[in-house]
């Protein structure tokens, strides 16, 4: 089993930045791949960034390309977020998710999910 564990949101202004961390437990030699995703309110859950756990592929959404940034640190089992040029329409609670299976956009595809964390980006 494979646990994941969200942390570092939090309330910034328009055209700040924040850093997500996932925190990555368990049986981590099982995990292929980490997506970041986010959910606003009254909309459906949608793919931000994926990269697989070696790091050789990273992946985007085209809202977020040039802007975010996702990395990991195999020692520290932890995958990063970097979000820079914040606006409004990235506030959603960003969940952090694993898979044994290669990146993919669809949720669905991530066994492994953890609680989330919220960013509120102010005008």
């Known amino acids: 089993q494979v646990q994941v564990a969200e942390s570092g949101g939090g309330l910034v202004q328009a055209g700040g930045s924040l850093r997500l961390s996932c925190a990555a437990s368990?049986?981590?030699?099982?995990?292929?791949?980490v997506a970041w995703f986010r959910q606003a309110p009254g909309k459906e859950r949608e793919f931000v960034a994926a990269?697989?756990?070696?790091?050789?592929?990273?992946y985007y959404a085209d809202s977020v390309k040039g802007r975010f940034t996702i990395s990991r640190d195999n020692a520290k089992n932890t995958v990063y977020l970097q979000m820079n040029g914040l606006k409004p329409e990235d506030t959603a609670v960003y969940f952090c998710?694993?898979?044994?299976?290669?990146?993919?956009?669809?949720?669905?595809?991530?066994?492994?999910w953890g609680p989330g964390t919220q960013v509120t980006v102010s005008s």
């Open positions: 368990g049986r981590t030699v099982n995990i292929y791949a």
């Open positions: 990269q697989t756990w070696s790091g050789g592929s990273i």
């Open positions: 998710a694993a898979s044994e299976k290669p990146p993919m956009s669809a949720p669905n595809e991530y066994r492994y």
